[in-house]
């Protein structure tokens, strides 16, 4: 099994930068994609940005074009979120997601952290 692990999380004020950061416990066969998707309470979680590793190719949801980053490492064990100008709708869980094969003998599977809360107040 591999556990992911964000970090980074925290209070912002409007027009303030975090860097979120996903570390897993080990390292993976391959990965097919490494993304970032957010969560507000009663709303559905929600696609942030991603990185598909095969391509490579780099995708963001329209709202924060511009203003977040997703980078990752070699190894595909650390993937991460720059995040600037940060505004109040800004402001949820965020979880980190990596697609992928653990072995050569596993399926792929997606794989969830338990999420870091940003929160973006004055």
């Known amino acids: 099994q591999v556990q992911l692990e964000e970090s980074g999380g925290g209070l912002v004020q409007p027009g303030g930068s975090l860097r979120l950061s996903c570390v897993t416990s080990r390292g993976f066969f391959s990965v097919a994609t490494m993304a970032w998707y957010r969560k507000v309470p009663g709303k559905q979680r929600e696609f942030v940005a991603i990185m598909d590793t095969l391509g490579p190719t780099i995708n963001y949801t329209e709202s924060v074009k511009g203003r977040f980053f997703i980078s990752g490492d070699n190894f595909k064990t650390t993937v991460e979120l720059q995040m600037n100008a940060l505004k109040p709708e800004d402001t949820a869980v965020y979880y980190c997601?990596?697609?992928?094969?653990?072995?050569?003998?596993?399926?792929?599977?997606?794989?969830w952290g338990k999420g870091t809360l940003v929160a973006v107040s004055s």
């Open positions: 997601n990596v697609d992928g094969w653990i072995t050569e003998m596993e399926s792929r599977m997606k794989y």
